[in-house]
């Protein structure tokens, strides 16, 4: 008996829901279908973007942290940073001018503290000068404004400048802004360039020794961090065991004697004449005119120029140009660099100054006492008292 009803035809049944998943062969003998194989190439993916991210991220921490490492040096146990920024010019300028900072008083080294007030550290300066090459750019630019400080920092710088001179044969040009007095002259002697800022102050070729102080009648002393405690009332006595003559220089409880005048005389006489004949020498100014005419005064920018304390007049804007003019540069096409001020990321590894600068000490340090005790020669213009209190 045969079934006449048809045949169901298959290419007239519904359509499933959704199209069945295309089967593609894997490794192992095992089938993947589409959904699962997109959705594991995805992850697959995001996974290696993170991974990858991540990565980047330790890489350009590594780097920051390399990169900062190589910006600072460890000087006196303080970490300082050695970065420059651009200060003057365009920031692509194809000619660059390096700028060092004089400011404050001109102490020797940060290992013998600092002052009330912002200064600067001779030796330090002197080797962020020594460490210029000729390659690094085109001239050294000195900004200045200092009443001057220790002689050995000064000198310290003076003999980087020439030394720059002589291994770069590049020009060294000063800008004072403000005071160059004292140190400041002494420092800066050598350059090619002096200009002065109106209104500044530049002279003061002199050595000052002291203060010296002597409590005539002192029968008591008392005291606390507001005064001295010097009176005239009660009792007291100090005495100093020593051995060798004028070992106990500098007691204030005793008369200088005309001995010790006559020692303190010869120093001061020794450094002054040494002060004038660099002066003198690189200035190319009479050594008779400095001690017989011009002292240890200071002088205005025009009366400066006269003396041949400095070359011209002019503010920051003119003299930055005039000084890419002295380095054969296009003033137009030249940048001045200076190290920058530490930032707040330095600032967490302990970063506090720029190098060369020292920053003033709190209230609870002692000052520089190499600087502010009185016992050795200065080439100072000014109160010792503004930097050193009492």
Known sequence: MTNDTPPV??????????????????????????????????????????????????VAAVASVASLATALTSLGGQEVSTEFETVWGDEQAG???????????????GSEGALLVTGSYGYEIADQIDALGKEDSSGLVLQV?????????????????????????????????????????????????????????????????????????VVATSGNLLESGVTTTGGITEEYFTAGETKDFGNP?????????????????????????????????AAATITEEMGARVYEPGRAQELGLIDDVLGREEFFRAAATRAGLDPDDTRVVATR??????????????????????GSEPVSARFCDGRGPLVFAGDLATVCGG
């Open 145 to 217: 404004d200092t009443p001057g400080g220790t002689i050995t920092g000064s000198k310290a710088i003076s003999d980087a400048i020439v030394r720059y001179q002589d291994r770069t044969d590049q020009p060294v040009m000063v800008h004072v802004q403000g005071t160059s007095a004292s140190g400041g002259v002494y420092s800066t002697a050598p350059a090619d360039l002096i200009v002065a800022d109106h209104g500044s102050l530049v002279g003061s070729i002199g050595v000052i020794f002291g203060p010296f102080q002597r409590y005539d009648g």
């Open 253 to 285: 409880y005793r008369d200088i004697t005309q001995a010790e005048r006559d020692m303190l005389d010869d120093i001061l006489q020794a450094e002054y004449v040494r002060f004038v004949e660099h002066v003198s020498t690189h200035r190319g100014i």
């Open 341 to 362: 001020l530490p930032s707040a990321f330095e600032a967490i590894f302990g970063v506090t100054r720029p190098v060369g600068q020292a920053i003033p000490i709190s």
């Open 95 to 109: 000619s660059t001018l390096t700028a060092v900072s004089i400011s404050g008083p001109i102490m020797t080294t």
């Open 9 to 58: 035809r298959t290419d007239d049944a519904a359509p499933p829901p959704f199209p069945p998943p295309t089967v593609v062969a894997a490794e192992g003998g095992r089938e993947t279908g589409t959904f699962k194989r997109g959705f594991g190439m995805g992850a697959g993916l995001g996974l290696g973007l993170a991974v990858t991210l991540i990565g980047l991220g330790v």
